[in-house]
Each structure stands twice: as C-alpha cells, then as structure tokens.
C-alpha cells in the first residue's frame, strides 16, 4: 500500500516560484463573446482538447461556461473523463477513442465516423447521444461520402429502436483561416448535402457544426448553429477578428553575473560576449516548452534583451548588457504584446511554427495563476 506521508510530502509541481504562466480569464471570455457575436443564435463549443492549449483544462472549461459557451470540446475521452470529475455538467463532445473507451464515457457525446463506431457507441451502456462527422474535403477523419448514406440510415435504425439519439452532424475545415474561401465553399456545399440525406434517411439533428476558430469568422452559413472555438479562445486570431492572447509566460532572474569581452556562454560557446556584460540565468528550458532552437528576445526592465547561447533542458541566459540586474527582477518570455513584451506569435516566428504549439508546449512544471475580470480590471469589448 502506498505510504500517504510519502505522498502527501511530495513537493508540488512549481511552487518554488521561479516562473509562471498567468492565465488572463477575462481575456478569454472577452474571445468566447466576440464567436457569440458573430450570428445571434451561435452556440459556442470551447475546444479544451490538450489541457485547454496548455492553459489549463478545468479552469479554462469554467471560464468559457460562465461566458456563456455551452459545449466543450476534447480530442479524448480521458479529457472528458476528467472534466466529469471536476463535476461540470455541460455537454462534451469528443472525436478520438478506441474501442475500450465508450465503456467508461458517462453522459458524454461521442463523433462517430463510420459504422464500426456507431455499433461501438450504440453497445456502450452509457453513451447515448451522438454526433456523425462527414468528411467534406480535409480527409483527416470521419465518414467518407460513399459511406455516408448507409451511416445514416443505421443512425435511424439505433434511433427508432431507443438506442441512440444523433443529436449533431458535423465536419472540419481544411483552410478555415483562408478568407478567400474557395474550399471552405466546397467543403460547405458538401456539408449541405450531407445534411440533406441524413434528413432523408430519417435524422432530425439539433446541432449542426462545421467552423473552427477562423472558420467561423470566415465562413457565412446561417445554418451552422454551433462553432467549435479552440485557438480562438486563447487569443490565437488568424483571421484579424480583434482576439485577446491570455497567457503571459514569465520568471524570475536567479542568478546574475559580469563577464569578458570575449568569453562564451552555454553548450558549445555558441554565443561569444562582444564587450563586457551582464549574464543573468533564467529558470526555464526545453522541458518546460522554450523552443531550444531559437534566436530570441525576452522583455527585461521594457528592453528587449537576446537570449545568449543554447536553451538547455531547464534554463538558459540572457545578455543584459548594462542593465542594472538582482537576482529576482522579472523576465517575460512572452504576453499579450503590451509595453514591448514578445508574443506567442513572436515565438511561434522564432521557431518556424504555430502559437498553439508554443502554448501546448508550456510544461507542467510551470506553474498556471489565473486572473479573473476583478483582478485584471479588463472591460469586455462588449462593454466597451
Ligand atoms: C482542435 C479542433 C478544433 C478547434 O480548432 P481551432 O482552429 O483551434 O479553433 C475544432 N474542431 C476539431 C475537430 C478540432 O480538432
């Protein structure tokens, strides 16, 4: 049996305050109203797959419900799992399972692609709504057209005989963030037609879902009655639509110190000092999601200062020049953008890829604080 001391004395992951990421809540539930606002009528599902982009799944689920979003949205069922025993109600939708896991899903809608799936979720004991996704074009998942009729007509079967209810139909863009929208049209055209046989085959959904974050701002289908919103929801706006990014990553300097013109810094002297200057260690690495490849800057005392040599696995060191520097000042790594600090998008430039990949690398080692509407003082632009 284990030794509840030993346990219980286990130290908390990053409670030694040298870094944290904080979670403007206010931000985000600025984000979920500017997808309500974008047709009256519009649900909002907030996509929280992936620890909520590395924000934190339970605390982002909350913040977006109390802003009025009504769905989540998880890649997996040990995410919606988890949100069931955080003891929050709303209704979740997940798209990725195996075979095993219908079993143990309670009270959770579940996408179904083909009929394998649907027999799997019509035998599940407590899987009784479900949502069949139609590939439209993007050829990642879901049913294939030629399928799609048959899958439907099962659907009307499981429902007459009690056994299911669908309660949406849905898909996913392939360029939802291209506003030009050609295949957004297409992919749209498709969806229609999709709706028309499952109508045909005796389905009567409630939901109809087709839009991502950009798709939705995008794509003009007053029929879609529910958006699934994840990069959106943290300020990752690909299509200009006024988002606000809610993480600010920082830490504190531990130690500083003077050294030669001349002399190298981290593996390899990959940074050569070209005058007499001011190291300073920050305690944050690779594990904890700082792209090691990178040539950046960081935001010291409103100066953006370069990162001197390689990021290793839990820390690396910046050039401060001759700055004034104590063990202790603060160093952003990245925020909203305000008063100079680096963006996720900066770093996602830096590293030849996504914000989301930036976010959903933060690692569990950084501590997450969440600020609420109190504590920022943020008026929605709503409210504005
Ligand atoms: C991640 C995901 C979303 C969210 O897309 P964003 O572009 O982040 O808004 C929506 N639907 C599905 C199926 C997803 O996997």
């Known amino acids: 049996m284990a030794d509840m001391n030993l346990v219980e004395a286990l130290p908390q992951a990053g409670c030694d305050g040298l870094a944290e990421a904080v979670i403007d809540l206010a931000a985000i539930q600025a984000n979920v109203h500017r ?7 519009l649900e909002v ?19 977006t419900l109390a802003a009025g979003a009504t769905w989540l949205g998880v890649a997996r069922a040990e995410e919606a799992l988890q949100l069931r025993e955080a003891g929050i109600t709303a209704p979740v939708l997940v798209w990725l399972y195996g075979p095993d896991d219908l079993e143990l899903l309670q009270d959770v809608d ?51 005989a009690g056994r299911l209810r669908v309660r949406g139909l849905w898909s996913h863009l392939s360029h939802g963030d291209e506003p030009s929208g050609e295949h957004n049209r297409s992919q749209l055209d498709i969806f229609r037609a999709g709706v ?12 109809l879902h087709l839009t ?25 706006d690909e299509t200009g639509a006024g988002l ?11 130690q500083v110190r003077r050294i030669r013109a001349g002399e190298g810094v981290s593996y390899g002297h990959d940074y050569v000092a070209e005058r007499d200057t001011t190291l300073g260690l920050v305690p944050l690495g690779y594990a904890d999601g700082i792209p090691r490849g990178v040539q950046a800057t960081v935001l010291f005392r409103g100066v953006r200062v370069p990162i ?50 930036i976010y959903c690398g933060i690692g569990a080692r950084v501590p997450r604080r969440y600020l609420d509407a109190a504590e920022t003082g943020r008026i929605s632009p709503i409210e504005r």
């Not at 925020?335 to 990949?357: K, M, V, Y």
């Open 35 to 41: 997808f309500q606002r974008v047709r009256p009528g």
């Open 45 to 63: 599902m907030a996509v929280v797959k992936a620890d909520a982009f590395g924000h934190g799944m339970i605390p982002i689920a909350r913040a």
């Open 110 to 160: 579940v996408s179904i692609a083909n009929l394998a799936e649907l027999e799997q979720a019509a035998a599940a004991p407590n899987v009784r709504s479900v949502h069949l996704k139609l590939d439209t074009g993007m050829h990642r998942g879901g049913s294939s057209a030629d399928q799609w009729i048959e899958l439907t007509r099962a659907a009307a079967r499981f429902e007459i």
């Open 196 to 207: 028309v046989l499952a109508r045909r085959a005796g389905l009567d959904p409630e939901y």
């Open 212 to 236: 991502n974050s950009a798709g939705t701002i995008t794509l003009d289908a007053p029929e879609l009655n529910l958006a699934r919103i994840g990069a959106g929801l943290f300020g990752i």
């Open 244 to 254: 606000h990014p809610a993480m600010r990553l920082s830490a504190s300097l531990l």
């Open 308 to 357: 001197a040599g390689r990021i290793a696995m839990d820390q690396f060191v910046v050039d401060l020049g001759d700055l004034p520097a104590t063990p202790g000042d603060e160093v952003v790594i990245f925020g909203n953008g305000s008063e100079g600090e680096p963006t996720a998008a900066d770093w996602a430039g830096w590293a030849g890829t996504i914000q989301h990949e």
